[in-house]
């Protein structure tokens, strides 16, 4: 099994949409959990912190689910600038390394 | 300027000769770092370093090596470039543990291209 595991997508889908990816990682021992955007043959940038309770940002929630080690991206009322790969990263206590999943392409049409 | 800064940004080369990739940080973080990514397969890890006197391998450091000439400067090289090192190679920066929030950030990226 992977460390981190993400469907490739790509995910199509309209302006206004709610649009969800998952993740799944293989180490139990995980403690830091990340959601992380890149543009096109751009450099990845961080979107978001994952924690344990889920949290917020505008329209985008974060979602982790210990017990079954994965987490969840819920990005509400998709914009075309939300087209983009979103990259799971998970890694130990103290970020030592970080795990990048594959990455799930979302494309956003007018 | 960029805080996190990549040179070359492109670089065509062929097989057997050395190239070097090189990245500088205005950021003042102590940890830096190399990644390369290949369609379908994601980022991956080369090498590593926590503060100048501390390199690590990462989980594909065979053929690489790295230099931390400074706290702001970490280069990468390969000593003998074959095609299969065709990739876009990022250099990224963290902060130490304690102040950490998980955020690395990455320089633009050198492409890379061993004919």
């Known amino acids: 099994r992977k460390e981190v595991e993400q469907d490739p997508g790509p995910f199509n889908v309209p302006e206004g949409a709610t649009v969800a990816f998952n993740c799944t990682y293989s180490?139990?021992?995980?403690?830091?959990f990340f959601w992380y955007r890149q543009d096109c043959r751009k450099e990845p940038k961080l979107l978001m912190s994952?924690?344990?309770s889920g949290n917020e940002d505008g329209r985008f929630t974060a979602q982790l689910n210990r017990a079954s080690q994965y987490i969840s991206l819920l990005i509400r009322d998709s914009k075309l600038s939300d087209s983009a790969t979103y990259l799971c990263?998970?890694?130990?206590?103290?970020?030592?390394?970080?795990?990048f999943g594959k990455g799930t392409m979302l494309l956003v049409s007018p | 300027d960029a805080d996190v800064t990549q040179t070359p940004r492109n670089r065509i080369t062929k097989t057997g000769k050395r190239i070097m990739l090189e990245c500088s940080q205005t950021?003042?973080?102590?940890?830096m770092y190399w990644y390369r990514q290949d369609p379908g397969l994601g980022l991956r890890l080369i090498y590593y370093s926590f503060d100048v006197k501390d390199i690590n391998k990462g989980e594909i450091s065979d053929g690489y090596s790295v230099s931390r000439q400074a706290q702001a400067k970490f280069s990468l090289s390969l000593e003998s470039a074959i095609p299969n090192q065709t990739a876009l190679y990022f250099c990224?920066?963290?902060?130490?543990?304690?102040?950490?929030?998980?955020?690395?950030?990455f320089g633009e990226g050198s492409r890379l291209t061993v004919l």
């Open positions: 994952v924690y344990s």
């Open positions: 950021k003042g973080h102590d940890r």
């Open positions: 990224a920066t963290s902060e130490s543990d304690r102040a950490n929030t998980g955020e690395l950030f």
């Open positions: 180490n139990s021992a995980s403690q830091s």
């Open positions: 990263v998970v890694g130990p206590r103290g970020y030592s390394t970080l795990t």
